[in-house]
């Protein structure tokens, strides 16, 4: 048998859902005392971005920042750590406790890839402390202590590199500022922005086994290649050993699968799938598969290289 509700009890209903509404912020918005304690509380900042402070290259002491090369060596930009041995783009920044910064991050290291969260806090004498994985390391900033002037008087400091599909790229890794130098750049122009990361050339020459003809090249240390035709930059080329890579984390030791996550990839023709092609950026991997390795990335006018 069917039982009415009484109007008594319908009406009780309909306030009491009303009071719920109320109390929720009937407008279907919540109240901003309520919006700002969730905020407030391990929110991710608005951007990605490592906050200034942080930015800049770190050390062990004032001896390592002097170094050629260190294991300590860190270097932080905006949405960018390098290590020594690898990279590791920034996925998020979360504010932590005593104004230090969770970051995480997707590390590529010695051709392993890995999502790792690193802590970074300034102490009151300006030195860096990152703790990940439970352990720490404390660094002094290189800018302040490695005697590098510019013409201004002010510390020097050395650019990221980063290669692209079209150009490569020079990262400030003290503001984020990127300066894109472009396939079709004086070479002059080129070389002179590429060797403030790189240095100088280490060997120069032409090659005659160039697909659209002889190019010149000015090879750098670490495995970096610029191709010059007519006095313009055309190509870049990129070998192991090299911890140059793209500014998602590509480069020599990443999978297919990682190049695939970062770039619409296709097979080239002929190559039973040991070459693919992300636009005009190449790759020639160690396999078929997807876990098979980068072994030569290039963009540009492309040569054969010893």
């Known amino acids: 048998m069917k039982r009415e509700r009484k109007p008594e009890m319908m009406r009780g209903l309909a306030v009491i859902a009303l009071a719920m509404l109320a109390g929720c912020g009937g407008n279907g918005e919540t109240p901003d005392n309520q919006d700002a304690g969730i905020a407030n509380v391990g929110a991710p900042d608005p951007s990605p ?3 200034a402070r942080f930015t800049g290259t770190w050390d062990q002491d004032a001896a390592s920042c002097s170094a050629a090369a260190s294991d300590m060596r860190l270097t932080i930009a905006a949405r ?18 005593d104004d230090s910064v969770k970051v995480n991050a997707v590390l590529d290291s010695e051709g392993i890839t890995r999502e790792e969260q690193f802590t970074l806090t300034l102490g009151d004498d ?5 703790r990940a994985n439970g352990g720490e390391d404390v660094r002094v900033r290189c800018s302040a202590t490695n005697g590098g002037k ?10 990221l ?3 692209a599909p079209d150009s490569i790229a020079l990262v400030d890794p003290q503001s984020g500022r990127t300066r894109r130098v472009q396939f079709g750049t004086q070479a002059s122009d080129a070389l002179d922005a590429v060797g ?12 005659r086994e160039c697909e ?6 000015a090879r750098f240390d670490d495995g970096l290649t610029l191709l010059v035709k007519d006095g313009d930059f055309v190509g870049w080329s990129l070998q192991a050993p090299s911890k140059v890579s793209t500014m998602s984390g590509v480069g020599i030791g990443s999978t297919r699968k990682q190049f695939a996550s970062s770039y619409k990839v296709e097979n080239v023709a002929n190559s039973e799938g040991r070459e693919v092609k992300a636009g005009a950026m190449h790759a020639l991997l160690s396999g078929d598969g ?4 980068i072994a030569r990335l290039w963009a540009g006018a492309s040569c054969h290289f010893p």
């Open 49 to 51: 971005d490592i906050p």
């Open 80 to 97: 960018q750590l390098q290590f020594y041995d690898g990279s590791a783009r920034v996925a998020s920044v979360t504010k932590g406790e």
């Open 126 to 130: 300006g030195r860096l402390t990152v």
């Open 150 to 159: 510019g013409a201004n008087g002010q510390a020097t400091v050395t650019p």
């Open 161 to 163: 590199l980063n290669i």
């Open 196 to 207: 403030r990361a790189a240095g100088e050339p280490v060997e120069r020459g032409t090659n």
């Open 212 to 217: 659209s003809g002889p190019l010149d090249f």
């Open 290 to 293: 997807a876990q098979a390795k």
